[in-house]
């Protein structure tokens, strides 16, 4: 069974949910009540709720877990903890966006710890691979590489700008919305590689 984990800033009328174990993460739980998502389990220390709030929360939920707010982990993984015992198979729906860019990064530090992670919004896709691996032209305009460590050798095929044997090291901006140019695309890489696929931001095109 796949494992839904939810958070607040993300519009869920964008995502079936239907054949998922659906987790609501604190705010992410009041997301869901209110996009008429039952929800499995909703996990948090709910400090970014009303008391009316979290009223609706218990009334959409089967399982509540609420947290103690002063804890050494977020809500997030907390939430990550329990959806292993489902499955391994976890996306978790936003997270991406907000305005508050730690709470971002800290979502994207999870995948020292869960490889197998799947992080998704409206806009964007976020996974990790540590193997060649082909990927199909889809509904993502933008497809960016980052490198978790400085030992990652890379080669791209079937995208606008391809790759040989390139040392791709942490924090090397080169391969940043590169785009598909075949229905296919290969990668081949000897490490961890995060992949962030993105749609078209009429904004900046």
Known sequence: ?????????????DFNLESYYTIGVDKGALNA????????????DFDSVTEDEFDIIKNNSNNIIKLNPIKDTTDTEEALKNALKISDDITIFGGISGKRIEH???ILSLFNKYSKLHIVDNNSHIFLIDK????????????????????LILS??????????????????LCVSNEFVKDIGKIEANNKLLVVLSKSDNLFD
């Open 33 to 44: 009540s209110l996009s008429n998502i039952h929800l499995d389990l909703a996990i948090g």
């Open 156 to 173: 791209l095929k079937g995208f606008k700008y391809e790759l040989s044997n390139y040392n791709l090291k942490m924090f090397d901006p």
């Open 132 to 151: 060649n691996f082909i990927i199909k032209k889809n509904e993502y305009k933008y497809i960016s590489f980052f490198s978790l460590d400085n030992n």
């Open 1 to 13: 069974m796949k494992v839904a984990l939810i958070l607040f800033d993300v519009d869920l009328k």
């Open 104 to 106: 971002f990064l800290s």
